[in-house]
């Protein structure tokens, strides 16, 4: 379909600096758990984004000198020139269809514990390591040698960029991270000398790292500068004095990456965030310098686009997590396929790739961080092996996955559900509060399978195994799903508690069944740390209920530390008059009261309460699968049976849509017996 010149604005080419970009969607810096371990799997995730017509795609940080790297994290090294190649690989592969590749430099300065290199950390101003873990860890204070060194290694940085084939160098001075906002903010910058005090000393570090790396670069390489667009606190690097030095310096960088203040505020999710949130922080911004401005704001809407670029406000979509959701983001609103764009559903589970270190995952598209680890693409799926047909039970993400992928390869796929709606626990978790984004995961998947006509989704169709023996498929997936459990068992608990029958225990699935108190005392239970507990808490203070949530952790919603949520929720839990039970588990549930036990001490204490609602762990709804794996499935002319998803083992989203799109990929695939199922790389032994 010819593009609908309502986006046309969109595809215009802009220039940077000495480059110009040949449309306005920008792929800012995002990490991705991979990074100088995975070089090559990063490079082929990016390679998809050049396909899927991103005009700029840039590395996530690249960490310039050994003196300072943050360590657990795994991002990219250009410590020397043995790094070069990695990163040439990098550049070759976001440059293939004609995008600029960019390279953002970092140096951590007062983040950068140095656990690996076992340097003294160097800070604008000395102090204690502001890293999430509060590593036991001082900075020294810069002298003006130092100062010197690290100007020599920008430049040299900058110098093996070009080497390494990049088209635009940013320097990352954002979210509290890098050390060009280490010396622009009063919070961090405490010198007397000619780098410290006025805004105009404050700011001699970055023009003196960006005229020297012009011109070490001989002006052939655009430069970026990407900043926090807010710092709170007293001192810190407010917007009024971002603007103010936007204002002084507007010439200075090729182009300004405006993003806003901490990562966690930047990064923010679809429960607390909407598209476009950083509006206010960047309007006007762009009055201010002749140099285009790109922002973010987790846009997946065309239209949303638009006008940000018409009404002045920015020059370039910036974006990290819809890029990863959908690498052909572009592409689509180019070719006008707006029903095919998978739009990111604002969860940060790619983030906690990043911050557990492992690989980044991402919910909406199963082939991110895969493309060269497993050879999968988030447009193509491989094509039809020699089997024709394929049952599947149960259509939660999983499920619907699993037919989207297998439909798409030209397999008959019938997809059986119980219920009369398609998307599982999704369809249920998008009617709590701060959710409703989540849908997204069914309605992109459920837009897909609609028009394909090998696909056949059939309704109230409760499947047992006696049904599925007699209808003749050659494969059968059991995507089933999970129930949460009732009992207390999750972590702390290996094993249930005493229970008196009087007291009402309900589970999350009898909340999101519409069930559960609307009024009265409730003790939530959480034994799980992600999410839905303190949801569920907010769901019954909206509805008139004392809420205590009572959990072994010493925060609640633990685990959202990984998904940069556990700070907005532990304070609006606390707002909202939630009382907190940290480091607390019910020992015993009574009639009216539930008895605690500190997790330290096991000192106990009645907590009365109306009900009880148990956030704790999940059993996997494989009765079905376990019930025909008894019987002669082989004999009724099934190839294979295999359970998938939550009724495997539950977990996140995320998982259920991997395990879909693995069962889909893995169809008639040979055999690879104990063989290691993805690539990987092996350092090369000196
Ligand atoms: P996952 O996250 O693994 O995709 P969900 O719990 O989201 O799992 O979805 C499981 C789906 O399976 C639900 O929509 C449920 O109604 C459906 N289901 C469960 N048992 C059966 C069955 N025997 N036959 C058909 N559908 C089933
Ligand atoms: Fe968006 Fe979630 Fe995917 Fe991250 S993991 S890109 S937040 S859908």
Same mark, same amino acid.
């Given at each position: 379909m010819p593009r609908d010149p309502r986006y046309d604005i969109l595809f215009e080419p802009v220039r940077i600096g000495p480059k110009v970009a040949k449309n306005r969607f920008f792929q800012v810096p995002h990490c991705n758990g991979g990074g100088y371990r995975d070089p090559s799997a990063v490079a082929e995730m990016r390679r998809v984004k050049a396909e899927g017509g991103w005009g700029v795609i840039f590395t996530e940080q690249v960490e310039i000198h050994h003196t300072s790297e943050i360590t657990p994290f795994i991002e990219l090294h250009l410590w020397d020139d043995r790094d070069i190649p990695a990163l040439a690989r990098m550049s070759e592969a976001m440059k293939s269809h004609g995008a600029l590749a960019g390279i953002e430099l970092a140096y951590s300065g007062i983040n950068g514990p140095n656990l690996y290199s076992r340097e003294v950390p160097l800070a604008v101003s000395g102090g204690p390591i502001l890293t999430f873990t509060s590593d036991p860890v001082q900075a020294r204070t810069m002298d003006r040698e130092d100062?010197?060194?690290?100007?020599?290694?920008?430049?040299? @940085?900058?110098? +093996?960029?070009? +080497?390494?084939?990049?088209?635009?160098? !940013?320097?990352y001075g954002a979210h509290g991270f890098g050390i060009l906002q280490h010396f622009l903010s009063r919070a961090t910058n405490h010198r007397t000398d000619e780098y410290g005090g006025s805004l105009e000393n404050r700011a001699r570090f970055v023009r003196e790292v960006i005229e020297e790396g012009r011109e070490a670069t001989k002006g052939e390489m655009a430069i970026s500068l990407r900043l926090s667009l807010h710092e709170a606190g007293k001192m810190g690097f407010s917007n009024a004095e971002v603007r103010d030095f936007i204002e002084m310096h507007g010439d200075l960088p090729d182009l300004w990456d405006l993003a806003h203040g901490t990562w966690e505020q930047c990064s923010g999710t679809s429960r607390f965030k909407p598209e476009g949130a950083q509006e206010d922080l960047v309007k006007g911004i762009k009055d201010l310098t002749p140099r285009p401005v790109v922002g973010v704001g987790r846009f997946t809407s065309a239209d949303a686009m638009v006008r940000q670029v018409k009404s002045g406000i920015l020059d370039f979509i910036g974006a990290a997590r819809p890029s990863i959701a959908d690498p052909?983001?572009?592409?689509?609103?180019?070719? #006008?396929?707006?029903e095919d764009i998978r739009e990111c559903i604002g969860c940060n589970i790619c983030v906690s790739g990043d911050m557990t270190q492992g690989i980044s995952r991402c919910t909406q598209n199963p082939a991110f961080m895969e493309e060269w680890r497993k050879g999968w693409h988030p447009e193509r799926a491989r094509p039809k092996g020699a089997s024709d047909s394929v049952l599947i039970v149960g259509a939660g993400p999983a499920g619907l996955e699993a037919a989207r992928v297998l439909g798409q390869r030209g397999y008959r796929v019938a997809l059986a559900e119980a219920g009369t709606s398609l998307g599982g626990r999704v369809t249920r978790e998008r009617a709590l509060p701060g959710l409703a984004a989540w849908g997204r995961v069914a309605d992109y998947r459920t837009g897909q399978i609609a028009p394909m006509p090998n696909v056949e989704v059939y309704f109230d169709s409760r499947l047992t195994a006696?049904?599925?023996?007699?209808?003749?498929?050659?494969?059968? $997936?059991?995507?089933? #799903?999970? *129930?949460?459990? &009732?009992?207390a068992v999750a972590r702390h608990?290996?094993? /249930?508690?005493? %229970? =008196?029958? @009087?007291?009402?225990?309900?589970?999350?699935d009898d909340l999101m069944a519409d069930g559960g108190p609307s009024g009265g005392c409730v003790v939530i239970y959480d034994d799980d740390h992600f999410y839905m507990g303190s949801v569920l808490a907010e769901l019954l203070i909206a509805r008139g209920c004392e809420v205590h949530v009572v959990t072994p952790a010493t925060k609640v919603a633990e685990w959202t530390e990984n998904t940069l949520e556990q700070g907005i929720i532990q304070a609006r839990l606390m707002e909202a008059g939630v009382h907190l039970h940290l480091s607390r588990? /019910?020992?015993?549930? #009574?009639?009216?009261?539930?008895?605690?036990? !500190?997790?330290? *001490?096991?000192?106990?204490?009645?907590?009365?309460?109306?009900?009880?609602?148990?956030?704790?762990?999940?059993?996997? =709804?494989?009765?079905?699968?376990? =019930?025909?794996?008894? &019987? =002669?499935? +082989?004999?009724?002319?099934?190839?294979?049976?295999?359970?998938?998803?939550? @009724? @495997?083992?539950?977990?996140?989203? $995320?998982?259920? %849509?991997?395990?879909?799109? &693995?069962y889909a990929e893995e169809m008639d695939a040979e055999d690879i017996g104990d063989a290691l199922p993805f690539r990987r790389e092996i350092a090369e032994l000196l």
């Open positions: 100062i010197r060194d690290l100007r020599r290694w920008f430049r040299n @940085a900058f110098v +093996r960029s070009q +080497r390494a084939g990049f088209d635009i160098v !940013c320097l052909f983001l572009p592409k689509k609103i180019e070719e #006008g396929r707006f006696e049904d599925i023996l007699g209808m003749g498929f050659d494969h059968v $997936a059991i995507a089933t #799903g999970a *129930t949460w459990r &009732r009992d608990h290996l094993f /249930p508690i005493p %229970t =008196d029958p @009087a007291m009402p225990v309900l589970t999350p588990a /019910p020992v015993a549930i #009574g009639a009216r009261a539930v008895t605690l036990a !500190c997790t330290w *001490t096991g000192r106990e204490a009645d907590l009365p309460a109306d009900a009880v609602l148990m956030v704790t762990s999940r059993t996997p =709804d494989d009765g079905l699968y376990l =019930d025909l794996k008894a &019987r =002669d499935w +082989r004999g009724a002319g099934i190839r294979s049976l295999k359970v998938i998803g939550d @009724a @495997a083992a539950p977990g996140p989203i $995320a998982w259920a %849509t991997y395990s879909g799109r &693995r």
